[in-house]
């Protein structure tokens, strides 16, 4: 049985009229289906309610397109030779991390912006790194710790990029590793 057959037949199961039936669950259970990006998720929030968008979550993982592309990520020794070698480096941090430092020759499009609430997507991520990259470039992609760098080479590779390259770590590791900065 394939993960979304198995995920189309549970449909039914999780239907709020049928949560009472599992009430006792008080642990997150996680179908995650095997080389996509996409994964639904069901819980029980104080063992009593369903997260309120688990449907929307299934139903988009059910739904997703094969052409959703999962970004290989790399150690930053790897993103360092990349770079050596002619990749182009995208610093998607926000711009007052790009100031306190980054690596040589980096270029800085934020993913997310601070807000008063915390953080916000960039809404113009997409048009911002198109003024500066072409989408056949080779772009290693990288944030301060390796989450938002991640999920900006996932938007990026769905958006028709096709030569992103994560750099795990960020550059937390970047400068953990002694590698060059400015």
């Given at each position: 049985m394939t993960t979304r057959s198995l995920i189309s037949?549970?449909?039914?199961?999780l239907r709020p009229r049928n949560l009472n039936?599992?009430?006792?669950?008080s642990s997150i259970v996680t179908i995650a289906q095997p080389k996509q990006s996409n994964s639904a998720f069901v819980g029980t929030r104080n063992n009593y309610g369903l997260q309120s968008n688990f449907r929307?979550?299934?139903?988009s993982m059910s739904t997703a397109s094969e052409s959703d592309k999962a970004p290989k990520s790399v150690h930053v020794s790897v993103a360092h030779e990349l770079v050596q070698s002619g990749h182009r480096y995208l610093d998607v941090?926000?711009?007052?991390?790009f100031t306190a430092g980054h690596p040589p020759g980096a270029v800085n499009v934020p993913y997310l912006f601070r807000t008063g609430g915390g953080m916000t997507k960039n809404p113009n991520f997409l048009e911002e790194v198109l003024k500066h990259f072409g989408e056949d470039d080779e772009i290693v992609v990288a944030c301060q710790k390796g989450m938002?760098?991640?999920k900006a080479a996932a938007d990026l590779s769905n958006a028709g990029f096709?030569?992103?390259?994560?750099?795990a770590g960020g550059?937390?590791?970047w400068t953990a590793n002694g590698l060059p900065t400015e």
């Open positions: 037949s549970a449909l039914p199961l039936r599992f009430r006792h669950l929307s979550r299934i139903m941090r926000t711009s007052e991390e938002r760098s991640l096709s030569n992103i390259t994560d750099v550059y937390s590791e």
